[in-house]
C-alpha cells in the first residue's frame, strides 16, 4: 500500500479529492479520475487511518491514506481502455485530400476529439474509419509491473480544432511528417484562418485589432475570460462585411493570429459584440439558430511535403445564410 499524509491546507475537504488531488500529482502517466478513485474506496483499495471510510469523509491534517497501486494501475489502465475511440461510419464532408492530409468542412455540433459526455460521433470516430489515416501515437507508461510500456493513443492527424458549435473548414494529417509540419507552422503562427462572425450591434469601425490576453474564467472553467494579468497573448483582427441596422447586427471577417479556446467568441464579446447565438459570451437568442454564427470559411498554408501555398474555402452552412443576407 502506498502512503499519503493529508497537508493542512486539505484539512476539511473530501476524501475523494484529496486522493485524487495527490496521485494525479504523484502518477500523472496514469489516467486518473475522481470517479476512479471513488470507486477504488468503496471497494477498500483506499483506506484512510487504516479504515475504510465513504468518498465524502472529510479528512484532517497529517491522517494517513493508503492506496493500493497495483489496483490503481490496473483500474486506470481498464479506465483508459474503455475511452479508447472507436471507428465509426460518419459522414465527412471532404474539401481536398491528397497522400498528406485532408481538408473537411466540420459541420457545427460535431465534437472534433472524444471528450467527457462526448466519446462517440465525433471527427475523430469519423477518422478512424476513414482508409489511410495516422492513427497512433506512443508514449512510454509504465505497466502494472512497474515496466515501460509504450501506451497507444488514439489521436488521428489532428493538428488543431474548432468549437462543437463552430462549423468550418479543418486540416487534417495523414501522415506523421504532415503534422509535424503542419503543427511547426500554427506554432509560427504562419496558418491564416478566416471567420464569419455574426454579432449583436452596429460595429462602428471598418477594420480593427483586439489585442487583450485570454485565461480561463475563475469562476466557470467552460468557459475563457479576458485577464490582463494572466491571460496568454491573444490577438484577434476583424473587419465589416456588412452593417445591418434594421436587425442591429453586423457580419464580420476575423482572423485570429493566435489560437486560443473560444478567442474570437470572448474578444467580440469584450468590445460590446457578441456572436449571436453564443449563450456563453451574452450573445442572444435567435429563433432558429441553436448555435453561435461563427463558420471557418478559409485556412490558408503550406503544404507539408509539396511546400506551395494553398487556401482552401468552406461554403456558409444554412443555418447561417439566411443571416448573412
Same mark, same amino acid.
Given at each position: 500500500?502506498?502512503? +499519503?499524509i493529508? =497537508?493542512?491546507?486539505?484539512?476539511?475537504?473530501?476524501?475523494?479529492?484529496?486522493?485524487?488531488?495527490?496521485?494525479v500529482?504523484?502518477?500523472?502517466?496514469? @489516467?486518473?479520475?475522481?470517479?476512479?478513485?471513488?470507486?477504488?474506496i468503496?471497494?477498500? @483499495?483506499? +483506506?484512510l487511518?487504516?479504515?475504510f471510510?465513504?468518498? /465524502?469523509?472529510?479528512?484532517?491534517?497529517?491522517?494517513?491514506?493508503?492506496?493500493?497501486?497495483?489496483?490503481?494501475?490496473?483500474?486506470?489502465?481498464?479506465?483508459?481502455?474503455?475511452? +479508447?475511440p472507436?471507428?465509426?461510419?460518419?459522414?465527412?464532408?471532404?474539401i481536398? @485530400?491528397?497522400?498528406?492530409?485532408?481538408?473537411?468542412?466540420?459541420?457545427?455540433?460535431?465534437?472534433?476529439?472524444?471528450?467527457c459526455?462526448?466519446?462517440?460521433?465525433?471527427?475523430?470516430?469519423a477518422?478512424?474509419?476513414? !482508409?489511410?489515416?495516422?492513427?497512433?501515437?506512443?508514449?512510454?507508461?509504465?505497466?502494472?509491473?512497474?515496466?515501460?510500456?509504450?501506451q497507444?493513443i488514439?489521436?488521428?492527424?489532428?493538428? $488543431?480544432?474548432?468549437?462543437?458549435?463552430?462549423? /468550418?473548414?479543418?486540416?487534417? %494529417?495523414?501522415?506523421?511528417?504532415?503534422?509535424r509540419?503542419?503543427?511547426?507552422?500554427?506554432?509560427?503562427?504562419?496558418?491564416?484562418?478566416?471567420?464569419? %462572425?455574426?454579432?449583436r450591434?452596429?460595429?462602428?469601425?471598418?477594420?480593427?485589432?483586439i489585442?487583450?490576453?485570454?485565461?480561463?474564467?475563475?469562476?466557470?472553467?467552460?468557459?475563457?475570460a479576458?485577464d490582463?494579468?494572466?491571460?496568454?497573448? =491573444?490577438?484577434t483582427?476583424? #473587419?465589416?462585411?456588412?452593417?445591418?441596422?434594421?436587425?442591429?447586427?453586423?457580419?464580420?471577417?476575423a482572423?485570429?493570429?493566435? /489560437? #486560443?479556446?473560444?478567442?474570437?467568441?470572448? $474578444?467580440?464579446?469584450?468590445?460590446?459584440? !457578441?456572436?449571436?447565438?453564443?449563450?456563453?459570451?451574452?450573445?442572444?437568442v435567435?429563433?432558429?439558430?441553436?448555435?453561435?454564427?461563427?463558420?471557418?470559411?478559409?485556412?490558408?498554408?503550406? $503544404?507539408?511535403?509539396?511546400?506551395?501555398?494553398?487556401?482552401?474555402?468552406?461554403?456558409?452552412?444554412?443555418? +447561417?445564410?439566411?443571416?448573412?443576407?
Open positions: 500500500m502506498h502512503e +499519503l493529508v =497537508a493542512l491546507e486539505d484539512n476539511n475537504k473530501r476524501m475523494d479529492n484529496v486522493t485524487t488531488k495527490y496521485m500529482t504523484e502518477r500523472p502517466e496514469l @489516467e486518473i479520475s475522481r470517479t476512479l478513485i471513488q470507486r477504488m468503496e471497494k477498500g @483499495e483506499v +483506506l487511518n487504516k479504515g471510510v465513504k468518498p /465524502g469523509h472529510k479528512v484532517k491534517p497529517d491522517d494517513r491514506i493508503e492506496i493500493d497501486l497495483e489496483e490503481l494501475e490496473k483500474e486506470s489502465l481498464l479506465e483508459h481502455d474503455k475511452r +479508447l472507436k471507428a465509426e461510419k460518419v459522414s465527412l464532408d471532404i481536398y @485530400e491528397d497522400d498528406d492530409i485532408l481538408i473537411v468542412n466540420k459541420p457545427a455540433g460535431m465534437v472534433v476529439h472524444p471528450a459526455g462526448h466519446y462517440s460521433g465525433t471527427l475523430v470516430n477518422l478512424l474509419n476513414y !482508409p489511410g489515416f495516422l492513427t497512433r501515437f506512443n508514449k512510454p507508461r509504465l505497466s502494472n509491473s512497474g515496466r515501460n510500456e509504450e497507444k488514439m489521436r488521428p492527424g489532428i493538428v $488543431h480544432r474548432l468549437d462543437k458549435d463552430t462549423s /468550418g473548414v479543418m486540416i487534417v %494529417a495523414k501522415k506523421g511528417r504532415a503534422l509540419r503542419i503543427a511547426s507552422q500554427l506554432r509560427n503562427k504562419t496558418v491564416a484562418k478566416k471567420y464569419i %462572425a455574426i454579432v450591434g452596429i460595429v462602428g469601425l471598418d477594420e480593427g485589432i489585442n487583450t490576453p485570454i485565461s480561463h474564467d475563475r469562476r466557470n472553467r467552460r468557459k475563457m479576458i490582463e494579468e494572466n491571460g496568454k497573448e =491573444a490577438i483582427y476583424y #473587419r465589416v462585411i456588412k452593417r445591418d441596422k434594421e436587425k442591429n447586427r453586423t457580419i464580420l471577417e482572423r485570429p493570429k493566435t /489560437g #486560443r479556446t473560444h478567442q474570437i467568441r470572448i $474578444h467580440l464579446s469584450s468590445i460590446g459584440h !457578441p456572436i449571436l447565438g453564443d449563450t456563453l459570451y451574452n450573445g442572444p435567435v429563433n432558429g439558430l441553436s448555435r453561435q454564427a461563427l463558420h471557418a470559411k478559409s485556412i490558408a498554408f503550406i $503544404h507539408p511535403t509539396k511546400n506551395t501555398p494553398m487556401e482552401f474555402f468552406a461554403d456558409i452552412p444554412s443555418d +447561417l445564410k439566411g443571416l448573412t443576407d
